[in-house]
């Protein structure tokens, strides 16, 4: 494979494993000699510094002794020995931790016990005899007086101390010379590290340009020619291996695009003339609604006026002649009163569902509080009866119309009076939350429940799922509710994890400067 086939990719990671050799090699030299560096100056600072300093005190310590010794020749006094005890303890400790000190420098650490060893003879040879001749003779002041045996033996060792303070110093002076050294190679290295920095950055920037600016601003050319109209140019590949790949990609999809322009304007025009039949049919069933909903509003007052008649005379027919007739023709005559009355409650409740949403007097703010409270008076009675407890607490304000909220709460409320379990009174519990945005009301009962089958089923109308003479009534009641919380803009449904009674659960839009207010919160 040749250096010109070479992926974008494989220049790119080539480029930086030779930067992050070259790095990597300046790192492990700057590392070692760092080590040399420390260890350098270390040595100058904690051992031979400290070493030099020592010598000077050994210095100082052999003449303590030395004076301490001629002034007891000249007194006699044992006190004046208490200095020449202390010289010597002090001389033992220095000698001891200079040793430690000079522990890597063989040569060092023997002048240091040669020193030891002369300053042990200066006083085996001088000072103890001396000390011990004034103690058996006497305070003399020839004692005192040095001899050439004594200044012979006391040179020996001040000799020793000097040379070894030379020698340290000259090794400090070495080994500091290495530190300055270190550290020039290591800011030399320091500054190549940054040289092969600047040049990666130089070399993997022309790289780019050359390998991708470019030949991406020379492809983006030939795409908005392409883009301008002229689907029939040929979009060349060059550049590296993917850039050509992508170029390539390109063209396909042009020719494609230029293939397929024909059949895309046809659709288009087939989509046009199909929104323009679907509108007309949109208009046609909005008329057609709004027709079936007068229709429905007109027949519904059309049949009251007959449906009111016949009641009346089924209801007279009922009161004046029964008892008379036989027993066939009281039956007869209570099927057609029941038959009346069910007639005109389906078509109040029709007339109802028909209402929802065409007569309006706009939305407000309403309190649900105050709606349920009104709803519920409407059951004073069956409440008495049944000793039906109806409990809710802090519903919120919401925008609606107040007439068709309350029969929503009314039909809920009276649903769950009338589908009680038997010898149970009935419970309510009104309930509200703030979820996504949105008010969730729940109205909860204990009674009979609705199986999760007919979740659905309930709300559309004239579905029963009881008998009428077991359960009197429409079939609409629900209907109505789903309608009343869409028209709101809300939606209503039944819990199915509720098993004891049923949970409804309906949502209403929480007004604009509540939800303003709620964000802010």
């Given at each position: 494979m040749t250096s010109s086939s070479w992926s974008l990719w494989r220049r790119i990671?080539?480029?930086?494993?030779?930067?992050?050799?070259?790095?990597g090699l300046i790192a492990m030299t700057a590392a070692a000699t760092a080590a040399v560096n420390r260890s350098d100056t270390s040595k100058v600072m904690d051992r031979l510094t400290p070493a030099l300093a020592n010598a000077e005190r050994l210095y100082s310590q052999l003449l303590r002794q030395q004076s301490s010794a001629r002034t007891f020749a000249l007194t006699g006094k044992d006190s004046d020995l208490d200095n020449y005890r202390d010289a010597q303890h002090q001389e033992a400790q220095i000698l001891s931790d200079t040793q430690a000190l000079l522990s890597d420098e063989p040569r060092l650490a023997a002048a240091v016990r040669d020193i030891g060893a002369a300053t042990a003879r200066y006083r085996g040879q001088i000072i103890e005899p001396l000390i011990a001749r004034t103690r058996t003779q006497g305070a003399d002041p020839d004692n005192a007086a040095p001899t050439d045996e004594s200044r012979t033996v006391y040179n020996d060792a001040a000799n020793r101390i000097t040379a070894l303070s030379q020698q340290l110093s000259v090794r400090r002076d070495d080994v500091a010379r290495e530190v300055r050294a270190t550290s020039g190679v290591l800011i030399l290295l320091l500054i190549f590290a940054a040289i092969v920095v600047v040049l990666a950055g130089v070399a993997l920037a022309l790289l780019l340009r050359r390998l991708v600016s470019r030949p991406v601003t020379d492809l983006a050319a030939e795409v908005r020619q392409v883009a301008g109209g002229d689907y029939g140019h040929e979009i060349a590949g060059f550049g590296p291996p993917e850039l050509a790949a992508l170029a390539g990609d390109v063209d396909?999809?042009?020719?494609?695009?230029?293939?397929?322009?024909?059949?895309?304007?046809?659709?288009?025009?087939?989509?046009?003339?199909?929104?323009?039949?679907?509108?007309?049919?949109?208009?046609?069933l909005t008329r057609s609604n709004r027709d079936l909903e007068q229709f429905a509003y007109v027949a519904s007052h059309d049949l009251q006026e007959p449906l009111r008649k016949v009641a009346s005379f089924c209801q007279l027919l009922q009161r004046r002649y029964s008892g008379q007739l036989d027993e066939r023709a009281d039956q007869y005559i209570g099927f057609a009163v029941d038959g009346a009355q069910r007639m005109q409650r389906l078509i109040n409740d029709l007339l109802a569902f028909s209402r929802i949403g065409r007569l309006t007097a706009g939305f407000t703010d309403v309190d649900l509080n105050k709606v349920v409270v009104d709803a519920s008076a409407h059951f004073d009675a069956q409440r008495e009866a049944t000793d039906t407890e109806i409990v809710f607490t802090d519903l919120p304000v919401v925008r609606g119309e107040e007439p068709l909220l309350g029969a929503l709460f009314s039909n809920l409320i009276g649903n769950a009076i009338k589908f009680r379990r038997p010898d149970v009174p009935p419970r309510i519990v009104i309930d509200s939350r703030l979820a996504d945005g949105e008010y969730e009301i729940s109205v909860e009962d204990n009674g009979i429940g609705i199986e999760p089958e007919f979740a659905d089923k309930v709300f559309v109308i004239f579905q029963r799922l009881h008998a009428k003479e077991t359960y009197p009534g429409t079939g609409i009641g629900l209907a109505i509710a789903k309608k009343i919380v869409e028209y709101h803009g809300g939606r209503i449904w039944i819990d199915p994890s509720h098993r004891e009674g049923t949970l409804f659960r309906f949502t209403l839009p929480v007004p604009v400067p509540a939800r303003v207010e709620e964000s802010v919160s």
């Amino acid at each position: 494979m040749t250096s010109s086939s070479w992926s974008l990719w494989r220049r790119i990671i080539t480029l930086c494993a030779i930067v992050a050799g070259v790095l990597g090699l300046i790192a492990m030299t700057a590392a070692a000699t760092a080590a040399v560096n420390r260890s350098d100056t270390s040595k100058v600072m904690d051992r031979l510094t400290p070493a030099l300093a020592n010598a000077e005190r050994l210095y100082s310590q052999l003449l303590r002794q030395q004076s301490s010794a001629r002034t007891f020749a000249l007194t006699g006094k044992d006190s004046d020995l208490d200095n020449y005890r202390d010289a010597q303890h002090q001389e033992a400790q220095i000698l001891s931790d200079t040793q430690a000190l000079l522990s890597d420098e063989p040569r060092l650490a023997a002048a240091v016990r040669d020193i030891g060893a002369a300053t042990a003879r200066y006083r085996g040879q001088i000072i103890e005899p001396l000390i011990a001749r004034t103690r058996t003779q006497g305070a003399d002041p020839d004692n005192a007086a040095p001899t050439d045996e004594s200044r012979t033996v006391y040179n020996d060792a001040a000799n020793r101390i000097t040379a070894l303070s030379q020698q340290l110093s000259v090794r400090r002076d070495d080994v500091a010379r290495e530190v300055r050294a270190t550290s020039g190679v290591l800011i030399l290295l320091l500054i190549f590290a940054a040289i092969v920095v600047v040049l990666a950055g130089v070399a993997l920037a022309l790289l780019l340009r050359r390998l991708v600016s470019r030949p991406v601003t020379d492809l983006a050319a030939e795409v908005r020619q392409v883009a301008g109209g002229d689907y029939g140019h040929e979009i060349a590949g060059f550049g590296p291996p993917e850039l050509a790949a992508l170029a390539g990609d390109v063209d396909t999809m042009r020719r494609r695009i230029n293939a397929d322009l024909t059949d895309v304007r046809e659709a288009r025009r087939l989509v046009e003339e199909a929104n323009r039949m679907l509108e007309q049919q949109a208009a046609e069933l909005t008329r057609s609604n709004r027709d079936l909903e007068q229709f429905a509003y007109v027949a519904s007052h059309d049949l009251q006026e007959p449906l009111r008649k016949v009641a009346s005379f089924c209801q007279l027919l009922q009161r004046r002649y029964s008892g008379q007739l036989d027993e066939r023709a009281d039956q007869y005559i209570g099927f057609a009163v029941d038959g009346a009355q069910r007639m005109q409650r389906l078509i109040n409740d029709l007339l109802a569902f028909s209402r929802i949403g065409r007569l309006t007097a706009g939305f407000t703010d309403v309190d649900l509080n105050k709606v349920v409270v009104d709803a519920s008076a409407h059951f004073d009675a069956q409440r008495e009866a049944t000793d039906t407890e109806i409990v809710f607490t802090d519903l919120p304000v919401v925008r609606g119309e107040e007439p068709l909220l309350g029969a929503l709460f009314s039909n809920l409320i009276g649903n769950a009076i009338k589908f009680r379990r038997p010898d149970v009174p009935p419970r309510i519990v009104i309930d509200s939350r703030l979820a996504d945005g949105e008010y969730e009301i729940s109205v909860e009962d204990n009674g009979i429940g609705i199986e999760p089958e007919f979740a659905d089923k309930v709300f559309v109308i004239f579905q029963r799922l009881h008998a009428k003479e077991t359960y009197p009534g429409t079939g609409i009641g629900l209907a109505i509710a789903k309608k009343i919380v869409e028209y709101h803009g809300g939606r209503i449904w039944i819990d199915p994890s509720h098993r004891e009674g049923t949970l409804f659960r309906f949502t209403l839009p929480v007004p604009v400067p509540a939800r303003v207010e709620e964000s802010v919160s």
